[in-house]
């Protein structure tokens, strides 16, 4: 039977429940219900049933999930069985941050390389490259990289992604602010850390803003 594909606001979800899996684990707790997934997610229970229900039966009626079965389930899922190697585009200090936190925090990643115009460091966090855009499309091809984090200026974003899909990298995390255009099959996921805060701060100054409009 072919199941149907998830679409993206399940695939995003995901890895939330596999980091509520790993601090259940931590905890020796061996089984899950769904109700106690929605506590620890803020998810409904419905609605995680449902996303799971996409890539097949995982729990007991009345029981629950094994959570250590559940966990390998959703690593292979979402293709984190097995490291993923990535390289960060843009070594400014945002770049310089998510390489630091991923190098040591990530375990399931592995950062081969940086790249920036002006490399400064010939080893700046752990012995991870720091290098020129002109080895970009080399270490692409020897190490098979297929995922990017772009922190670059949002005037050379286009230019550079141009440059990554060109090369073979197919999912990009943009931290550009700036929307850049792909061809079909490759994947950008925008993050743009300044629009985020000025929501949050909406949210702050609710009640007053809502009388504004009055």
Not at 41 to 69: C, P, S, V
Not at 90 to 115: C, E, W
Not at 154 to 172: C, K, P, R
């Amino acid at each position: 039977m072919s199941r149907r594909k998830a679409p993206k606001s399940v695939v995003k979800r995901l890895p939330v429940y596999l980091r509520i899996l790993d601090n259940l684990i931590r905890r020796d707790i061996e089984v899950v219900s769904s109700r106690v997934l929605s506590d620890e997610t803020g998810f409904t229970a419905e609605q995680i049933r449902k996303d799971l229900a996409y890539f097949g039966a995982f729990g007991t009626r009345g029981t629950g999930y094994n959570t250590h079965y559940l966990r390998d389930k959703l690593l292979r899922i979402i293709g984190l069985h097995r490291v993923t190697k990535i390289i960060v585009v843009g070594y400014g200090h945002l770049g310089k941050a998510l390489t630091r936190y991923n190098a040591v925090k990530n375990s399931y990643v592995d950062i081969v390389a940086a790249f920036d115009i002006n490399p400064v460091e010939e080893e700046a966090i752990e012995g991870l490259r720091v290098l020129e855009m002109q080895y970009l499309p080399e270490v692409i091809r020897e190490e098979e990289v297929k995922v990017a984090i772009l922190t670059v200026p949002a005037e050379a974003a286009q230019e550079v992604v141009d440059l990554l899909v060109e090369n073979g990298i197919t999912s990009i995390l943009n931290f550009a602010p700036t929307n850049i255009s792909v061809p079909e099959g490759v994947y950008v996921h925008n993050t743009d850390l300044t629009l985020e805060l000025q929501t949050l701060i909406y949210y702050s100054f609710e009640d007053e803003a809502l009388h504004y409009g009055e």
